[in-house]
């Protein structure tokens, strides 16, 4: 019998510190895994993804006043894309309270792992399974008549990939402070909506007035929004380095805070 | 065996917690294994097993993932993760359900599953929060056939809490604690002798009086006492 407590160091050290490879994996397959076997909300995140754009396409596109050339739905495909990120995101993110609500988030909350390797794990898993839905809904640039290179959609997959795992840390730090599904609800109307209103995902920027353009600038999405659409149409607000910047700022921000959180956790 | 006897709200959990290191004592140390609970809660964790008085299973998952997940976390060497969790389900006799999500387990089957999840990783201690709360007289005994089995098959300390008198008597040292205290340390013949009661059920209502005790708190309540200091060992 191997003494217990002599394996606890696993894993690789980085930076000084102990990075637990059992615990990343594991959170990180646990995601996928569910993913995978939850074919209503694959599906279901698509069909919303398709009535979006076509309903809001077919609306607005003879009121839109092209812009860099783009029609409406060439326009709003990108957006259509942050949409399905943000709503993934928080969604796979608050899966937490439902752990927590039936008990698995004790099992692993009293396991030899650093909580840190949890929370690493379950945002890359987040962001995997929510990149996997944005790259659903990529599927539909044909309807929107965006072209897609092959150069495009690989240089598209890592800045959802980045998007995602921005929004995934946030989701983690809301269901970190959250402990029953009273505040369930509000989620949706008091974070998602908002932050994807005020993302430029449905109107160009250019054409609205400076104090709401302050208000998106502050809007993480913003730039999830921004750097995705000027890789796939060229039409861009900021740099596509001040973009990524912003992105890696908030998710190591939103990380940092989330292990915080759960390890306070009893 | 150690059984830990108290009415509700003694303190029970709370104490489990902190031996657990889910819980910072206010003040005082524990050992666990040789381990300082506060000083050294990764070694403590690597050395005990622990089954909540919650389900802590993943009902969306099978049988066997739940246990695959288990030996990541807790670091089984990844060559015998394969044959513990075999033996495990084994032990418990849920081999042959080992494909099947939890969700369609019984409330008896999900606490041998959790019991067998639990000794995956080898725990010196195996802890148990009322293991027993809310399965039937038959379920229970199985589950007690087991657990005894495993004892001598193993050599595990099992660290028990329970409302059932009867389920203490097989135990080698029993505890009563009250109002966050120790109360009383024994064998259940000590303790029985002590009291100059005919039971152990008599000597714990000797023990600890008369009085019915308020219902259950949550958890959640549990802890906020604890944070006030209220229960203290």
Redesign the interface.
């Known amino acids: 019998?191997?003494i217990?407590?002599a394996?606890?160091e696993?894993g690789l050290r980085l930076g000084g510190r102990h990075v637990d490879l059992?615990?990343i994996?594991?959170a990180w397959?646990?995601d996928v895994?569910?993913f995978v076997?939850q074919r209503t909300r694959i599906v279901s995140g698509a069909v919303r993804s398709i009535v979006w754009l076509v309903v809001l396409g077919l609306g607005l596109r003879r009121s839109f006043v092209p812009i860099h050339g783009l029609s409406y739905e060439q326009f709003l495909f990108p957006g259509i894309i942050a949409m399905a990120v943000i709503f993934s995101a928080i969604q796979s993110a608050i899966s937490i309270i439902w752990?927590r609500e039936?008990?698995?988030l004790?099992?692993?909350?009293?396991?030899?792992?650093p909580r840190s390797s949890?929370v690493i794990g379950k945002a890359l898993g987040g962001a995997t399974t929510t990149s996997s839905q944005a790259l659903i809904v990529l599927c539909l640039a044909p309807i929107a008549g965006v072209s897609l290179g092959f150069v495009q959609i690989v240089e598209v997959v890592p800045l959802i990939f980045l998007t995602s795992l921005a929004f995934v840390s946030l989701g983690i730090v809301i269901a970190a402070r959250m402990?029953d599904f009273e505040g369930f609800g509000s989620i949706q109307n008091f974070v998602i909506m908002p932050l994807y209103l005020l993302s430029g995902a449905m109107f160009p920027l250019a054409r609205t007035s400076s104090q709401l353009r302050g208000v998106v600038d502050t809007d993480p999405l913003s730039y999830g929004v921004d750097a995705i659409r000027q890789t796939l149409t060229g039409y861009r607000v900021h740099a596509l380095w001040a973009d990524l910047l912003v992105l890696l700022g908030v998710t190591v921000i939103l990380m940092t805070v989330a292990v915080s959180l759960f390890n306070r956790e009893? | 065996m150690f059984a830990f006897l108290g009415p509700n709200g003694a303190g029970k959990t709370t104490t489990i917690k902190m031996l657990c290191t889910l819980l910072r004592p206010d003040r005082g140390t524990a050992q666990v294994n040789g381990f300082d609970v506060a000083a050294q809660p990764a070694e403590v964790r690597a050395s005990i097993g622990i089954v909540f008085q919650e389900y802590t299973l993943d009902d969306y998952l099978t049988a066997e993932r739940n246990l695959a997940y288990h030996c990541m976390i807790y670091h089984v060497p990844r060559r015998e993760r394969r044959g513990r969790v075999q033996e495990a389900l084994e032990l418990v006799g849920l081999a042959d359900r080992r494909n099947d999500v939890v969700r369609s387990f019984s409330g008896g089957m999900k606490r041998r599953l959790e019991v067998a999840r639990a000794l995956l990783h080898r725990p010196r201690v195996l802890f148990l929060d009322e293991p027993t709360v809310g399965l039937d007289p038959q379920t229970r005994r199985y589950l007690w056939e087991h657990l005894h089995g495993l004892r001598q098959h193993t050599g595990v300390t099992l660290f028990l809490t329970t409302h059932y008198i009867a389920e203490a008597e097989g135990a080698d040292r029993v505890a009563v604690i009250d109002h966050g205290r120790i109360v009383a340390e024994d064998t259940p013949a000590g303790l029985i002798g002590r009291t100059g009661a005919e039971s152990l059920e008599d000597a714990f209502v000797e023990l600890t009086g008369g009085e019915l005790r308020p219902e259950e708190a949550s958890s959640r309540e549990r802890l906020a006492g604890a944070r006030r200091g209220r229960s203290r060992l």
């Open positions: 019998m191997t217990a407590g394996r606890i696993t059992d615990g994996s594991m397959q646990r895994f569910r076997s752990d039936f008990g698995f004790r099992e692993v909350l009293v396991a030899p792992v949890i402990h009893g």
